[in-house]
């Protein structure tokens, strides 16, 4: 059956030294819970991937020492854009429950996330043990563990696998669990410390133990910890469906300059709209003609578009997502390519630059790009959720479509992660550097017609589709 709803919508996250860590080994947290990593507090991290993940109310509990002040804390965490949940933070008292949180776990009607409150995972690792779990039992992920005897590693694709083994000192192997109602109650009642979320007791089910090998998590309490942490972070930053040129080049240099812009007040809007202004001073340079100009256009509008994988990056560092900066980002990239072209067009009509006759090919590339542009805006409005073009879904974007029986959606397929937005950029700046840079528009010309056609095609299957 498939769930309609998360199934976990409540959250304990835990100063580590209330559970997590050994009481022997503990010593002195070097960096509390509100230490910024990559210009996010790294319980707002937290709390954002739990939110992401279906939680809407989270309990905080500090450790007695801890110099952060609870009520302090928490209207911070309300006043945070970034987290819609409901919060409440205690400070736990010396040996026992904060006063407060027995209440709140007394009145609990559904399972609890259990975290570190200085964890910073993905949000697949939350979303992994986001299922419905039963009274008493305890579910937990394991990341970086040997494999326990009887363990074996599972390669989860679709957050749906999971695997049951009894893991010994369970709960403090990892940052992250999902316990039900009953194993907090003795906690609400007083009846135990929290000790007992530790140590099952013997007539409790076997902790279910997640193993995965492609997720990664880390907590952050001392300097040590930092470095590993936001490389974690700034390498979940590269996409599966980046292209050749994206993973090769345009990711190399764009997530060092978002490391760099992540604790600043730069957003993702501003490194958007800085795109679009580099993008008009290469259209003005290379309509100049000559190679000097349009060398520096297309090397200018290659490192445009370099940037431009920086507005994402620092969404999903800093969690700036809005539907406006979804649709900003699509329009100022279809202004710059048509800008781009014009501008290129205009120097070989003018003759200064290129062949006469390829001022045909800049025409039919200018035409099919003002029918493409609005098809796919209309697409994207009237059938899906997204600003996103690559929300269309087209064949060729399927899942298995490499595996299609159909020769042409497959060589789609495969052509797909090299003739993106950042290869064809890729090739200006490589004709230019030749001095061949007018070629592009016969290139252009020969793509845009067919990518016109398919547009018309998948509006009048996706009208069919709606109409049955």
Not at 26 to 48: F, M, N, Q, W, Y
Not at 92 to 99: L, N, R
Not at 234 to 240: D, E, F, N, S
Request: glycine share 6%.
């Amino acid at each position: 059956m498939t769930e309609t709803a998360p199934a976990i919508t409540e959250a304990l996250l835990l100063a580590p030294e209330l559970g997590f860590l050994d009481p022997e080994r503990a010593g002195k947290a070097e960096l509390s819970p509100d230490t910024e990593i990559l210009g996010v507090p790294v319980i707002v991290r937290t709390l954002r991937q739990l939110q992401d993940a279906g939680v809407r109310q989270s309990q905080v509990v500090l450790d007695a020492d801890s110099p952060l002040n609870p009520a302090a804390l928490e209207a911070k965490l309300k006043a945070d854009p970034r987290l819609s949940q409901t919060i409440r933070v205690h400070r736990a008292e010396s040996g026992g429950v904060p006063a407060g949180l027995k209440t709140a776990l007394g009145e609990c009607d559904g399972p609890l996330f259990i975290a570190r409150c200085d964890l910073v995972a993905p949000l697949a690792l939350f979303s992994l043990l986001a299922k419905e779990i039963g009274p008493g039992e305890r579910r937990l992920a394991v990341t970086t563990l040997p494999l326990a005897q009887g363990d074996r590693l599972l390669h989860v694709e679709d957050g749906s696998a999971r695997l049951d083994s009894a893991a010994a000192d369970w709960f403090r192997l990892t940052g992250l669990a999902v316990v039900g109602c009953d194993v907090v109650k003795p906690l609400a009642t007083g009846e135990a410390g929290f000790d007992f979320l530790l140590t099952p007791p013997e007539d409790a089910p076997a902790p279910e133990r997640v193993v995965v090998d492609h997720l990664w998590s880390n907590t952050v309490r001392t300097q040590a910890d930092r470095p590993k942490t936001e490389h974690n972070l700034l390498l979940a930053l590269r996409k599966p469906i980046d292209g050749f040129v994206a993973r090769s080049i345009n990711r190399r240099i764009s997530i060092p300059i978002s490391r760099r812009l992540a604790s600043t007040a730069v957003t993702p809007n501003m490194a958007s709209a800085s795109t679009l202004v580099m993008a008009l001073i290469a259209v003005w340079m290379v309509s100049h003609g000559g190679y000097l100009w349009m060398l520096l256009a297309a090397a200018l509008f290659q490192f445009a578009s370099i940037v431009d994988g920086v507005d994402g990056e620092l969404a999903r560092l800093k969690y700036q997502f809005s539907p406006y900066g979804e649709w900003m980002d699509t329009v100022i990239d279809d202004i710059s390519n048509f800008s781009f072209f014009a501008g290129l067009t205009y120097a070989v009509y003018t003759g200064v630059a290129g062949e006469p006759w390829m001022a045909v090919c800049g025409f039919i590339t200018l035409a099919c790009y003002s029918c493409i542009t609005p098809l796919m805006y209309s697409y994207i409005i009237k059938y899906t959720d997204s600003g996103d073009v690559m929300a269309i879904d087209f064949e060729f974007n399927q899942q298995q479509s490499l595996q299609d029986q159909r020769l042409g959606v497959r060589v789609l397929a495969f052509l797909k992660f090299l003739l993106k937005r950042d290869f064809f950029i890729f090739l200006i700046f490589c004709l230019a550097v030749l001095g061949k840079l007018p070629v592009m528009l016969v290139v252009t010309s020969v793509a845009a017609p067919p990518m016109l056609v398919a547009l018309v095609i998948q509006h009048l299957k996706k009208r069919a589709e709606l109409a049955k």
